[in-house]
């Protein structure tokens, strides 16, 4: 499942701004406060919504007044919709996700959810999930192709007015649409990884199975991978010895107190280091490398600023490892400043954002004519973003 274009309207300051053919490994760079976390965020709102309901992931950003675009008539709704291509009836379809958030004597509700993509190649999409004020029905043959649409089987249902009907259908397999988007919504991944928090000796007992947003289980899972998935973890370790200069070996210590640290092996030495003596560029990769080479990968990956305690040249083979991570079938979005990191970038990679008039637009660097043609004459994304060929990103 690939998500292809997202569209907000009335989201914070996306007034009305869309993404559209998202490249599985997309970057985006804008000045301070122009949007970059309000767009990694929606994906955090819908799974709010999901886990919880609307009025609770409303309330953690503040309340209906403070999601809602600013200068926005308070009646009007806020928009999401996503646009994903998956196979269903070994054929791959174009998916379609509207969610429409408003307010009915001061609670926020439901207005409209809606699920729908084409059974064949003519003729418009089909609802298949279609929920008015927490009302509505949803396709139970979803996979009848051969039957006409008007011989589709509905049934009618009805949810709380702040909860999403696809919290309940995505639970079937049989909603095929329904279920790929909650198993998107459930397990994307933000990672913001803080090195003091990475660093030290961590409890052996803690989730294993994947990193933390903020790295702070990396001691366990590096643990877990040693010991159940050695090939995996020794590619990890091959990464790091090309990477950094120096490092030839690392392994996760389990101590007599019963409690794990890192411990990497420099070649000029007899004895390891412990991660306490570890630069926090090396930490920082091997965190990215156990995130990136987990077993069970996560469908969406949302970076902040990846650049942030790397020296530069590693900049350019980490957004090698971001792009190998989504030709293998997951998705990489990326914030960044760093030009270092653009210059690893491709043309239809790259997206930028302009905040004008307190409302932020979104710009593709393809369709910059200035800027694909300096592309095609062998000039660097990062070194065009320095000289300020992005029009109107940067501080103003």
């Not at 630069?279 to 490398?289: E, N, P, Q, R, V």
């Not at 004519?369 to 103003?396: S, T, V």
Request: hydrophobic share 40%; charged share 25%; proline share 4%.
């Amino acid at each position: 499942m690939i998500i292809e274009s997202i569209r907000l309207k009335n989201f914070k300051n996306f007034h009305d701004a869309r993404i559209d053919d998202l490249p599985p490994f997309c970057v985006i760079v804008g000045a301070n406060g122009s949007g970059k976390s309000t767009l990694f965020d929606v994906f955090g709102f819908l799974k709010d919504c999901l886990t919880f309901n609307v009025r609770q992931a409303l309330q953690a950003r503040g309340g209906f007044h403070e999601v809602i675009s600013r200068g926005v008539d308070q009646r009007e709704s806020i928009e999401i919709e996503l646009r994903f291509r998956m196979e269903i009836a070994d054929v791959e379809r174009l998916v379609t996700y509207l969610l429409q958030i408003g307010l009915d004597e001061r609670q926020p509700v439901v207005r409209r959810e809606i699920l729908r993509y084409k059974r064949g190649r003519h003729g418009s999409a089909l609802h298949f999930v279609d929920f008015v004020n927490g009302v509505g029905s949803a396709v139970t043959n979803e996979e009848a192709f051969d039957q006409q649409d008007d011989a589709l089987e509905r049934e009618q249902q009805t949810v709380a007015r702040d909860a999403l009907a696809i919290k309940g259908l995505g639970q079937f397999e049989r909603f095929k649409a329904a279920n790929a988007l909650r198993q998107l919504l459930e397990n994307w991944h933000v990672s913001d990884v803080h090195i003091n928090l990475a660093r030290g000796s961590k409890d052996a007992i803690g989730e294993s199975n994947h990193l933390s947003v903020t790295g702070d289980n990396l001691q366990r899972v590096a643990r877990n991978l040693f010991e159940n998935d050695p090939e995996r973890f020794a590619k990890i370790v091959s990464v790091m010895q090309h990477r950094v200069p120096g490092i030839s070996d690392v392994e996760p210590v389990l101590t007599q107190d019963g409690r794990l640290i890192l411990c990497f092996q420099d070649e000029q030495f007899t004895d390891p280091f412990i991660d306490r003596y570890v630069s926090d560029g090396t930490i920082k990769l091997f965190a990215y490398l156990v995130l990136l080479y987990d077993p069970d990968p996560h469908p969406l990956l949302c970076i902040e600023e990846p650049e942030n305690q790397l020296y530069p040249t590693l900049l350019w083979e980490l957004a090698e490892e971001f792009r190998a991570y989504a030709e293998q079938g997951g998705q990489v979005l990326v914030s960044t400043h760093s030009p270092d990191f653009l210059n690893a970038t491709r043309l239809d990679e790259v997206y930028w954002l302009i905040r004008e008039q307190g409302s932020t637009k979104i710009k593709r660097a393809r369709d910059d004519e200035q800027i694909a043609a300096f592309m095609a004459e062998g000039d660097q994304m990062g070194y065009l973003w320095k000289e300020g060929f992005f029009r109107g990103a940067g501080p103003q």
